[in-house]
Each structure stands twice: as C-alpha cells, then as structure tokens.
C-alpha cells in the first residue's frame, strides 16, 4: 500500500460505491506529510510548515525546523528554531522552546521564547514564561511566573535567598522601624 509515495499503486483495491450523496463527510487527516492544498485553518506543507492535526497524540521530544502548528496532543518537549502555533483544539504538557510562541488551547509546562509570546483568548497556560515580549489577550487563562528580560540578561543576575528564620526577622524589624 503505498501511503507516504507520490507514485501510484500498481494494483489498487476498487472500493464498492453506493449512490453518491450531495452531503458527504470525510474524516481530517491526522498528520500532513505530503504537499496537498491547504485547509481553511492549517498550514500547507508545500510552504515548508510542520502540522500536527487534531486527534494525533505525540510521546516524547519533538523538534522543528521552520514554521509549525500544533492542533493535536503531545506530551514530553518541543523545540522550534521558527514560530510555533499551538491552536485551540491542542493540549500540550509539555517544556516549549521556540522563537515565537503562539497559544490558544491548553499548555501545561514552562514556555521560553526568544522573541515573543502570545497568549490568545480560547488559551490555559499553566507553566512560567519567559520571552522579551508578552502578549496576554482579555479572555486568556494564565497561572505561573512570566519574565520579560532577555536570557542574558537573567543568567547575569545574581540572587540571594535568605533562610526563613532571617526574613522574618527582616520583615518585622522593617515593621519596627517605620
């Protein structure tokens, strides 16, 4: 059965038609791995785009090249040189590295962009984030720490946490004192 050529096959099985119907409904393909026209709301792949469609589940890591879109499930960590789209219908819990994030479904896990992320409406992040621009639309869901400086920057600071008996000790002789 040749599924992933170009090449037809050379014996194909003739499938029994019944009378044809004016309203027909075909099943979406799960994941787009060959050049075909473009769906209303996906990517196509003759533009150099990665797609993982709706009712795809994917365990582990997963990397991309250029542009991707996410609209099905994956769980483990995701890395993308380019812009990443993770859509309405996607849930992933996952650690995401990329150039530009976009969220709109439902993302469980730290986010790191290094030039921005955008957090659409229909979105639920949960998971700190960490790009030089943020963008949280009205509607969004977020929980978690957000850091807006470059990592650079970050790795530069310096942090010095007190032990608890000494920040309370601050703390109320900070009260003291006013």
Same mark, same amino acid.
């Not at 799960?30 to 589940?57: C, H, M, W």
């Not at 997963?62 to 849930?91: T, W, Y």
């Given at each position: 059965?040749?599924?992933?050529?170009?090449?037809?096959?050379?014996?194909?099985?003739?499938?029994?038609?019944?009378?044809?119907?004016?309203?027909?409904?075909?099943?979406?393909?799960?994941?787009?791995?060959?050049?075909?026209?473009?769906?209303?709301?996906?990517?196509?792949?003759?533009?150099?785009?990665?797609?993982?469609?709706?009712?795809?589940?994917?365990?582990?890591?997963?990397?991309?090249?250029?542009?991707?879109?996410?609209?099905?499930?994956?769980?483990?960590?995701?890395?993308?040189?380019?812009?990443?789209? *993770?859509? #309405?219908?996607?849930? $992933? !819990?996952?650690?995401?590295?990329?150039?530009? /994030?976009?969220? @709109?479904?439902?993302?469980?896990?730290?986010?790191?962009?290094?030039?921005?992320?955008?957090?659409?409406?229909?979105?639920?992040?949960?998971?700190?984030?960490?790009?030089?621009?943020?963008?949280?639309?009205?509607?969004?869901?977020?929980?978690?720490?957000?850091?807006?400086?470059?990592?650079? *920057?970050? #790795?530069?600071?310096? $942090? !010095?946490?007190?032990?608890?008996?000494?920040? /309370?000790?601050? @703390?109320?002789?900070?009260?003291?004192?006013?």
């Amino acid at each position: 059965m040749a599924l992933f050529t170009k090449e037809p096959e050379k014996n194909p099985k003739i499938q029994p038609t019944t009378a044809p119907h004016a309203s027909s409904t075909s099943p979406a393909p799960a994941i787009s791995t060959s050049p075909v026209a473009p769906r209303a709301n996906g990517p196509a792949a003759s533009e150099g785009r990665a797609y993982l469609d709706r009712g795809s589940k994917i365990i582990g890591k997963i990397s991309f090249e250029g542009p991707a879109r996410i609209d099905g499930e994956v769980d483990g960590e995701i890395n993308a040189k380019d812009s990443l789209m *993770i859509g #309405e219908s996607a849930v $992933v !819990t996952a650690q995401i590295r990329a150039a530009s /994030v976009s969220i @709109a479904g439902k993302v469980s896990g730290d986010v790191v962009a290094a030039q921005r992320i955008e957090i659409r409406p229909s979105a639920k992040v949960s998971g700190n984030i960490t790009a030089p621009v943020l963008s949280v639309q009205e509607g969004a869901q977020f929980e978690g720490h957000c850091s807006m400086q470059p990592e650079g *920057i970050r #790795e530069d600071r310096k $942090v !010095t946490v007190f032990p608890k008996e000494e920040r /309370v000790a601050q @703390a109320a002789g900070g009260l003291k004192q006013a």
